[in-house]
Every structure is written in C-alpha cells, then in structure tokens.
C-alpha cells in the first residue's frame, strides 16, 4: 500500500467515501477495520486508515451519508449536509468548496478525522432506517433546534 504514496502530488487531497460495514440477518452494522497484522488500527475509520497510508498527503472524510442515487442524478432535489472531517483545515476547506459546487449540498466541518469513525457508523445506521421504515435514500441535514424568531 505504500507504493500509493508514489502517485501523490503536493496540493492533493484524497476524499474518502468509504464505510466499513457488514450485513447480519438483514440489517446492517458498521465494521471499525480491524486486522491481526496491524493491532495499532483496531477500531479505526477507513479514513484514518488510508491517511496513515498516504501521509502526507491530506485525507478528507465526506459523503457516506448521501445516497448513491443522488450522486447519479443531481438533478434531484434533497437538500443534504455533507459531514466531512479532516486533520488538515485547508483540505476540509478544498473539499467543502468542491461539495458547494453539487447543487443542494452543504458542506458541514465536523471537526478531524478521528470523528470520520462517527460518520461512517451512520451510514448503516440509516441504511437500516430505510429497511425498517420503508424510506428511499434517507440522508442528513441539521437544521437548527430552535427557531431564529425564539432568539431574545
């Protein structure tokens, strides 16, 4: 896997879209990567992985939550929160532009890549949502708790 590191440029970013999870009767459940060989990656995301790997090359974590079907037709509607993490600022800067070029997507910094574990964990989770409740392509978006017109 080192010899990746050949193929990386100063100024690369490498965005991340994968998620470790597995399939047990009928339902998902995230799968922290594990490996007998390499006992310091037990329980790491895929994101924190592939940036031991490719350092120094800046690893972004992005897009597990928005559904594949959005991401063949954006011409679709579905106004989603694109979660992304990063141990570099100005990779999650780079990629947060990139992602507000996708009409109705917004770009949300969750803060460095250890949080990566976080986000992949959802998506089975909505997957699962899906199943359970009969939804099409359920995805995220925050939105606020209280209303602006409740400010004092």
């Known amino acids: 896997m080192a010899e990746?590191?050949?193929?990386?440029?100063?100024?690369?970013?490498?965005?991340?879209?994968?998620?470790s999870?597995?399939?047990v009767k009928g339902l998902f459940t995230y799968a922290p990567i594990t490996h007998e060989k390499a006992p310091a990656r037990q329980g790491k995301s895929a994101a924190e992985i592939i940036q031991e790997i490719v350092e120094p090359t800046p690893v972004v974590s992005a897009f597990q939550t928005v559904p594949a079907t959005y991401l063949n037709n954006i011409d679709s509607i579905m106004n989603i929160d694109v979660l992304v993490a990063s141990n570099h600022d100005s990779a999650i800067a780079t990629?947060?532009?990139?992602?507000?070029d996708i009409p109705n997507l917004r770009p949300l910094n969750v803060g460095s890549l250890e949080n990566s574990r976080l986000i992949e964990s959802l998506t089975p989770l909505l997957l699962n949502a899906a199943i359970l409740n009969n939804l099409q392509d359920p995805s995220i978006r925050v939105v606020p708790w209280m209303p602006a017109s409740f400010e004092k």
């Open 95 to 100: 990629a947060s532009n990139l992602i507000r």
């Open 4 to 19: 990746l590191r050949t193929y990386m440029k100063k100024g690369q970013i490498i965005v991340s879209t994968v998620v």
């Open 21 to 23: 999870m597995k399939k």
